[in-house]
């Protein structure tokens, strides 16, 4: 049973922006690492960023520059702006919790996915 929601998808042309929204519940949002996934069609699933619980962000190379979580406490809800949108960026995007990873270089990103949810659909168009 998904207990993160998801939700700010929806069709764009390329170049436009959105921002995508998690909310968790408070155990979750407050003691877990949380990330955001994406799946296009025939493509492996790729995480694209992830935020720890001290706030450390980390960014796949695919996304880096143009994408950004922010997050607020209140609401224990993270979002994904995601700006210069490209066609390839098209896919589901989920909201993901897990245990965070950390190398000498730092955050890495999470890991061990516990909690999913069920996705939101993001299309750029060309």
């Known amino acids: 049973q998904a207990q993160l929601v998801e939700s700010g998808g929806g069709s764009v042309q390329s170049g436009g922006s959105l921002r995508l929204s998690c909310t968790a519940p408070?155990?979750?949002?407050?003691?877990?690492?949380m990330a955001w996934f994406r799946q296009a069609p025939g493509e492996e699933r790729e995480g694209v960023a992830h935020?720890?619980?001290?706030?450390?962000?980390f960014y796949a190379d695919s996304v880096k520059g143009r994408f950004t979580i922010s997050q607020d406490h209140a609401k224990n809800t993270r979002y994904l702006e995601m700006h210069s949108l490209k066609p390839e960026d098209t896919a589901m995007y989920y909201c993901?919790?897990?245990?965070?990873?950390?190398?000498?270089?730092?955050?890495?990103?999470?890991?061990?996915?516990?909690?999913w949810g069920k996705g939101t659909l993001v299309t750029i168009s060309s």
């Open positions: 993901a919790a897990g245990g965070s990873r950390y190398s000498s270089g730092g955050f890495d990103g999470c890991s061990g996915m516990d909690y």
């Open positions: 408070g155990y979750i949002y407050s003691s877990y690492c």
């Open positions: 935020i720890d619980g001290e706030g450390s962000t």
